[in-house]
């Protein structure tokens, strides 16, 4: 399975598809949701002019729209941990620090805007950069039903198929 998907991407001739194919192939997890973004133009005080990222969802427009026309990016939880780490975690950090206080004003901002989107449960997965001013992330969404304990027991299970079939996607 993980195979033949490595060959896919490794043979996609287009974009579109390809996303489409890692769509549909994390849907095959319960990933309802998957964005991705890649910047290579930051800098240690800025991931970079938006107009330069590659940002690939299916997400609903309205959500993304506001996401970035709102600056939500800067402050998200999750994204802000893939800037400082490589590989993937639970969400089940971010709810932590909510849960304790320990996210900023603007960052729980963020977090409350994202659960009203039925955005709360999922894996981030972060990519190793190819230089200093790169940065790429992924997030997993889990169905708005889905609780991060379930999603937990799916990476559990699945998590190093996920893994490797977004690190070849990147």
């Given at each position: 399975m993980v195979a033949d998907?490595?060959?896919e991407v490794a043979h996609a001739t287009d974009l579109?598809?390809?996303w489409d194919r890692h769509v549909s192939k994390m849907a095959e997890f319960g990933i309802e949701r998957v964005f991705y973004g890649?910047?290579?133009?930051r800098t240690t005080k800025s991931m970079g002019d938006p107009?330069?990222?590659l940002v690939l969802t299916n997400h609903d427009r309205r959500y993304v729209d506001l996401f970035f026309s709102q600056k939500h990016y800067i402050h998200a939880p999750m994204l802000n941990w893939s800037l400082e780490n490589y590989g993937p975690?639970?969400?089940?950090?971010?709810h932590d620090l909510y849960a304790r206080g320990k996210l900023t004003d603007?960052?729980?901002m963020v977090y409350e805007f994202n659960l009203e989107n039925g955005i709360s449960a999922g894996y981030s997965i972060s990519f190793v950069p190819n230089s200093q001013r790169q940065g790429a992330a992924m997030g997993l969404v889990a169905p708005r039903h889905m609780e991060q304990t379930e999603m937990d027991e799916v990476w559990a299970e699945h998590g190093t198929e996920?893994?490797?079939m977004c690190q070849m996607l990147h």
């Open positions: 998907y490595i060959l579109e598809s390809l890649c910047t290579r133009f107009k330069d990222f975690t639970s969400w089940q950090r971010m603007k960052q729980r996920i893994e490797a």
